[in-house]
């Protein structure tokens, strides 16, 4: 959702006991959204292991898909691609978002919350009061949206910044899923690279007729293909899925805050304010979960 410089979309209005009973709906579905996100990424884990459990059990034993030199060249050649493509900061960056695919804030009540505590009294033209609490509240976002309002500066500006601030959330968690896409392309590739060394090392004992050379040599070339795989299309790929949709509710909870300080701004009464936020909220959880 968007906000033009003239101001917010109209927002509808209601009476202050259904926006009560709206906060109520918003909190069960962003409970309600969190819980489905962390259950879909454990059922997608176990899925994995069962996967792989029955790929092990069809070949025989488990120790005949172990081999440490397709490991080595597969997981050697993702390390190189990451040291050499990306930044030390950028790596740890997208290594630390790994914790927020299961762990992150899915619900911005307490944010709606704060935007209302500072948005009632600046409509009853208690200055103080509001830049008072502007400044405790948590959301650097939204800290940073609130004190403009409190200060006075133009609608033109604020947006400006806010709109300024969503863009480089967004490239900024744009790098972190790009990281794993790149260790995805490349993974197959250093499966490859097992697969002809293997290759070569069986040609070269051909000649000399010994079984267990040319089997094991032979054992590199498949495995290092089957590593690369795995590691694309059930680890990195997913990853790479999972921190897009992050990045996409992080952005749409955003601009619902952004509404409730255009609407703060605009000199909204509390009561509008907190029913079109439960409305925007509404919308968002509907478009996501198909109107679940």
Not at 96 to 110: H, K, M, P, Q, T
Not at 173 to 186: C, D, Y
Not at 232 to 260: D, H, S, W, Y
Request: with cysteine; glycine share 12%.
């Amino acid at each position: 959702m968007t906000v033009n410089e003239r101001g917010a979309r109209p927002a509808r209005s209601a009476p202050a006991a259904r926006g009560g009973q709206g906060a109520g709906d918003g909190r069960a579905k962003g409970s309600g959204v969190t819980s489905r996100f962390i259950g879909t990424t454990l059922a997608g884990v176990l899925a994995t292991i069962v996967l792989l459990w029955f790929v092990v059990s069809a070949g025989g034993s488990w120790h005949f898909y172990y081999n440490p030199e397709g490991l080595v060249i597969v997981l050697g050649g993702v390390v190189c691609v990451a040291l050499l493509a990306f930044r030390g900061d950028e790596i740890r960056a997208a290594l630390g978002a790994l914790v927020g695919i299961v762990r992150d804030r899915d619900s911005i009540r307490a944010d709606v919350a704060e935007l209302m505590e500072v948005a009632r009294p600046l409509y009853e033209k208690r200055i103080q009061a509001a830049d008072e609490r502007a400044q405790r509240v948590s959301h650097p976002f939204l800290r940073l949206g609130l004190q403009m309002v409190v200060d006075g500066q133009p609608l033109e500006d604020l947006l400006q910044v806010m709109n300024w601030r969503i863009q480089k959330q967004m490239e900024l968690e744009a790098g972190q899923s790009r990281f794993f896409r790149t260790l995805a392309t490349f993974s197959p590739a250093f499966g490859l690279l097992g697969t002809l060394a293997g290759m070569v090392g069986m040609l070269k004992h051909l000649g000399e007729g010994d079984i267990g050379l040319i089997g094991a040599s032979m054992a590199v070339a498949m495995l290092a293909t089957l590593y690369g795989l795995i590691l694309a299309n059930l680890v990195f790929k997913p990853i790479a899925i999972k921190l897009e949709q992050r990045t996409g509710r992080r952005v749409a909870l955003m601009n619902v805050l952004l509404e409730g300080v255009v609407l703060t701004h605009l000199g909204r009464s509390p009561t509008l304010i907190q029913d079109s936020l439960d409305h925007y909220l509404r919308d968002a959880r509907e478009e996501d979960w198909g109107g679940a």
